[in-house]
Nanobody, 124 residues
Framework: QVQLVESGGGLVQAGGSLRLSCAAS????????MGWFRQAPGKEREFVSS????????SHADDVKGRFTISRDNAKNTVYLQMNSLKPEDTAVYYC?????????????????WGQGTQVTVSS
């Protein structure tokens, strides 16, 4: 069992930056591949970024490439999502997720544990 707690969301103007954090606790968090997803009102939850257990394999959705960066610090059991050049369409609740296994996936259904989410609002 792994518990995930996101933080760092908030209100920011377009073009601004935020850094989300996901603190993991419980059963050896470093054994899990991690992902960030987001869900806007009326829309399905969508993949944002993912990172393997070691941090050696990273993936980003096309619409965040070049703007968002995922990273992890296994010593601190924390995963980060640095978000730059934010756009109003990035507004959503952002969720951290963990899956058993070495490599991450892009489908929400392949993740085993989820955080409660943190709201990100980008004003125009």
């Amino acid at each position: 069992q792994v518990q995930l707690v996101e933080s760092g969301g908030g209100l920011v103007q377009a073009g601004g930056s935020l850094r989300l954090s996901c603190a993991a606790s419980g059963r050896t968090p470093s054994n899990y591949a991690m992902g960030w997803f987001r869900q806007a009102p009326g829309k399905e939850r969508e993949f944002v970024s993912s990172i393997s257990r070691s941090g050696g394999s990273i993936s980003h959705a096309d619409d965040v490439k070049g703007r968002f960066t995922i990273s992890r610090d296994n010593a601190k059991n924390t995963v980060y999502l640095q978000m730059n050049s934010l756009k109003p369409e990035d507004t959503a609740v952002y969720y951290c997720a963990a899956r058993v296994g070495v490599l991450p996936r892009v489908s929400p259904g392949e993740y085993d544990y989820w955080g409660q989410g943190t709201q990100v609002t980008v004003s125009s």
